[in-house]
């Protein structure tokens, strides 16, 4: 079964870093690109950015980029989101998710609370 | 990197169908076939229910259907159950391999 099981909940102060998980098994983890999405409190889903596990690839979305790196150990099977400086903005629920076809967002982590 | 507008609800009542949409540009929704479609009861993970314009994944009932005309997408619920009150989010293909969703539609079965 192709799985993504993120990192446990977190509670942190602003100005401190942060790094939460996102483990994929079941599948060839380098075949498959991961990105990252967040939901802000009350708010709706927002692409944050992806990374190709086979070279280590990113893109991200204008208003993340230079805010948080996506970053991923072939050898753990792991996808991260890493904050150097966190700001109260960054309350939310992080998804991680594959995808499957290059294009579609399946399957998609438990998600990981972040409160700052 | 707007994101696509979906109406904030949409409601019906069980055994009813319900349509909803997703309003991108010529250069998301308009300019590829892939959009998708996810459900999303809050606390749980986002499923999807719709890739590539059109398709449902195996496993996912026939009473969701979507098409695409243009710059707009839309989510048909048909046959309205209980289980389908959740929030459903749209995602358009973005030139460059990157993506964005919709603002998200909560739906009530009343």
């Known amino acids: 079964e192709v799985q993504l099981v993120q990192s446990g909940a977190q509670v942190k102060k602003t100005g401190e870093s942060l790094r939460i998980s996102c483990k994929g098994s079941?599948?060839?983890?380098?075949?498959?690109?991961i990105s990252w999405v967040r939901q802000m409190p009350g708010k709706g889903l927002e692409w944050m950015g992806r990374?190709?596990?086979?070279?280590?690839?990113?893109r991200y979305r204008t208003s993340s980029q230079g805010h948080v790196t996506i970053s991923v150990d072939k050898s753990a099977t792991t996808a991260y989101l890493v904050w150097n400086s966190l700001k109260d903005s960054d309350n939310g629920i992080y998804y991680c998710?594959?995808?499957?076809?290059?294009?579609?967002?399946?399957?998609w982590g438990q998600g990981t609370l972040v409160i700052v | 990197q707007s994101a696509l507008t979906q109406p904030a609800s949409v409601s019906g009542s069980p055994g009813q169908s319900i349509t909803i949409s997703c309003t991108g540009t010529?250069?998301?929704?308009?300019?590829?076939?892939?959009v998708s479609w996810y459900q999303h009861h809050p606390g749980k993970a986002p499923k999807i229910i719709i890739y590539?314009?059109?398709q449902r994944p195996s496993g996912v009932s026939d009473r969701f259907s979507a098409s695409k005309s243009d710059n707009r997408a839309s989510l048909t619920i048909s046959g309205l159950q209980a289980e389908d009150e959740a929030d459903y989010y749209c995602?358009?293909?973005?030139?460059?391999?990157?993506?964005?969703f919709g603002g998200g539609t909560k739906v009530t079965v009343l």
């Open positions: 990374i190709d596990p086979s070279d280590s690839f990113t």
């Open positions: 590539d314009v059109t």
């Open positions: 010529s250069s998301d929704v308009g300019a590829y076939d892939y």
């Open positions: 079941g599948y060839n983890f380098t075949n498959f690109l």
């Open positions: 998710a594959r995808h499957r076809d290059g294009i579609r967002f399946d399957p």
């Open positions: 995602c358009s293909y973005v030139r460059g391999v990157t993506w964005v």
